[in-house]
């Protein structure tokens, strides 16, 4: 069974633009959960889907959105990117049935590098 | 406050010899706790997880012990392999609201010395 994907694995921006990354989760897995990490630091949480729904989000600018598909794929969009943005970004997903945030399971990230 | 740390950002230790590490955490209304072990260039795996309701979980090589008492939680790691160096995270769910939210803490690096 295919695990948690994400794709770029690296995306390289200047300040200003705009990044897109892109999540799908292991098949059966109906939330998606989002975390930064900057480089030697802990995961900071960025937003959580549900069933298509933003559940919650963090401690995050509105330049922070995303939105998750009818298949359960997830999109994380980060506007007017600034150098701080520069991080691994997470996508993570529950297996079905699980409560919220037992056993989330994470992809590889995508390494967005702000020039 | 909202914080999960950990003691000793680095921990080294003998192949074939226990490894302990632990996890500080602030908040009485965590419910549940997991371990993470993340290596290079890859997102975090599950290792193993506890509710608050036990003190004690074993896995396969992996023991997590909880202190509700003193707040601590320790990941034992037994007969530590090479395969084991990596950067371990402790993560707490506040149970008081649904929010999708995990607390992780810093971060603590394994190196295990062949």
């Known amino acids: 069974e295919a695990g948690v994907t994400q794709s770029p694995t690296h995306l390289i921006k200047t300040r200003g633009q705009q990044a897109t990354l892109r999540c799908s989760p292991i098949?059966?897995?109906?939330?998606v959960y989002w975390y930064q990490q900057a480089l030697g630091l802990g995961l900071q949480f960025l937003l959580w889907?549900?069933?298509?729904?933003?559940?919650n989000r963090g401690n995050f600018p509105p330049r922070f959105s995303g939105r998750q598909f009818p298949n359960y794929s997830s999109e994380l969009n980060v506007n007017a990117l600034e150098l701080e943005d520069s991080a691994l970004y997470l996508c993570?997903?529950?297996?079905?049935?699980?409560?919220?945030?037992?056993?989330?399971?994470f992809g590889s990230g995508t390494q967005l590098s702000v020039l | 406050g909202e914080s999960v740390g950990l003691h000793l950002p680095t921990l080294s230790v003998q192949e074939g010899d226990n490894s302990i590490i632990n996890c500080a955490y602030s908040?009485?209304?965590?419910?549940?706790f997991i371990w993470y072990k993340q290596e290079s260039g890859k997102g975090p795996q599950f290792i193993i997880d506890i509710r608050s309701n036990m003190d004690k979980r074993q896995g396969q090589r992996v023991t997590v012990l909880l202190n509700k008492t003193v707040k601590h939680l320790s990941l034992q790691i037994a007969a530590t392999q090479p395969g084991d160096s990596a950067v371990y995270f402790c993560a707490e769910n506040i149970g008081s609201s649904n929010t999708g939210k995990l607390i992780f803490g810093q971060g603590t690096t394994l190196q295990v010395k062949p």
């Open positions: 889907y549900d069933e298509g729904e933003e559940r």
């Open positions: 993570a997903s529950n297996h079905e049935g699980g409560a919220t945030n037992e056993k989330l399971f």
């Open positions: 098949s059966g897995h109906t939330s």
């Open positions: 908040n009485s209304a965590s419910d549940y």
